[in-house]
């Protein structure tokens, strides 16, 4: 059984910069999409960033493109998202989210289907 453990979400101010990770343990293949999603209160999920461990491409809701940067460890086991110049509407309780064995992230996984799900960190920004 798969787990995921989330951690670094806290409160900022709009602007700042903030560092989530997520470790996964129990995927004994190298080969996963891994990545985060957010909700906020009343609004639908979505897709903030993932990567595919096996090669490293990655992809970004657009919302984020360009002030959020999505890594990996050499172990291919823990990834990181780098939040710079965070918003008020960038707050929201953030997802970690895997999916494996997989060589690269699907439209499925991106659109939440079939993904294995962390506890949730949350992230506030305030203006």
């Known amino acids: 059984q798969g787990r995921l453990v989330e951690s670094g979400g806290d409160s900022v101010q709009a602007g700042g910069s903030l560092r989530l990770s997520c470790t996964a343990s129990?995927?004994?293949?190298?080969?996963?999409?891994m990545g985060w999603f957010r909700q906020a209160p009343g609004k639908e999920r979505e897709a903030v960033a993932a990567?595919?461990?096996?090669?490293?491409?990655?992809y970004y809701g657009a919302s984020v493109k360009g002030r959020f940067t999505i890594s990996q460890d050499n172990a291919k086991t823990t990834v990181y998202l780098q939040m710079n110049t965070l918003k008020p509407e960038d707050t929201a309780t953030y997802y970690c989210?895997?999916?494996?064995?997989?060589?690269?992230?699907?439209?499925?996984?991106?659109?939440?289907?079939?993904?294995?799900w962390g506890q949730g960190t949350q992230v506030t920004v305030s203006s």
């Open positions: 989210a895997i999916q494996a064995p997989s060589q690269y992230c699907s439209n499925a996984y991106l659109s939440g289907r079939g993904n294995s």
């Open positions: 129990g995927y004994p293949d190298s080969r996963k999409c």
């Open positions: 990567i595919a461990t096996a090669d490293g491409r990655t």
